[in-house]
């Protein structure tokens, strides 16, 4: 689902937002869902994981993957639309989730390996 919305909403910015938003507005839609995408191949790695190890590290890096989006790409869509310049001091959260669910799948990957 996060992959789909993803590219529906990358598709939306570039054809239907390209004439309302400012260019730096719209290059900061744009990295929202760019990073979306990314952790929605995250997700699916950490998904992976949890259904052969079931570990809570691959869990933990599935939900910290789900709360980054929500609060990294989520912020810089209402940003970039909205033009509330107060949504951007959310983003920096969702920046820390991402790097703990990297921090996760990394740590449950080590350990599944022995």
Do not use: K, N
């Not at 990073?35 to 992976?48: I, P, R, T």
């Not at 799948?105 to 080590?110: C, D, N, P, T, V």
Request: net charge positive.
């Amino acid at each position: 689902m996060a992959g789909f919305l993803a590219v529906a909403l990358g598709a939306f910015a570039a054809h239907a937002l390209r004439a309302r938003l400012a260019p730096d507005m719209l290059m900061v839609f744009e990295t929202g869902a760019r990073y979306q995408m990314y952790h929605a191949f995250a997700l699916l790695a950490a998904a992976w994981g949890w259904s052969r190890w079931r570990t809570r590290a691959f869990c933990a890096a599935g939900l910290l993957f789900g709360l980054g989006i929500l609060l990294f790409s989520g912020s810089l869509y209402l940003l970039a639309t909205t033009g509330m310049r107060t949504f951007g001091m959310i983003t920096p959260l969702g920046g820390a989730a991402f790097l703990g669910g990297w921090l996760c799948l990394i740590g449950g990957a080590l350990r599944a390996r022995t």
